[in-house]
């Protein structure tokens, strides 16, 4: 079984910064790239960033590249997602999914297992 529990949302100022983390075991993060999908009200679903089990693979959708960075921590099998430069409308539900086996630019039916989801809130 896939457990994949998500961390670290909360409120923050335009301009500021969040880190989310996602907690999996030490066989998922081997196996799967796994990444992050975002679900704004009124928005469709957005996978914005995947890394894959080698790190050789990492993935930013252009709403988020420059200004958010995914990591791996193997020693606590995790994979963080530090977002900077926040904008009022990266304000979503941030889920932690993963991708399969590599990050490409996701079509929609990549996400076999999710997280409970994390909520980001960006006003000032």
């Known amino acids: 079984q896939v457990q994949l529990v998500e961390s670290g949302g909360g409120s923050a100022q335009p301009g500021g910064s969040l880190r989310l983390s996602c907690a999996t075991s030490?066989?998922?993060?081997?196996?799967?790239?796994i990444g992050w999908v975002r679900q704004a009200p009124g928005r469709e679903r957005e996978g914005i960033s995947c890394i894959s089990s080698s790190e050789g693979n990492i993935y930013y959708a252009d709403s988020v590249k420059g200004r958010f960075t995914i990591s791996r921590d193997t020693a606590k099998n995790t994979i963080s997602l530090q977002m900077n430069s926040l904008k009022p409308e990266n304000t979503a539900v941030y889920y932690c999914?993963?991708?399969?086996?590599?990050?490409?630019?996701?079509?929609?039916?990549?996400?076999?297992?999710w997280g409970q989801g994390t909520q980001v809130t960006v006003s000032s």
């Open positions: 999914a993963t991708w399969g086996f590599y990050c490409t630019e996701p079509t929609g039916y990549e996400y076999e297992h």
């Open positions: 030490k066989s998922s993060l081997d196996l799967y790239a």
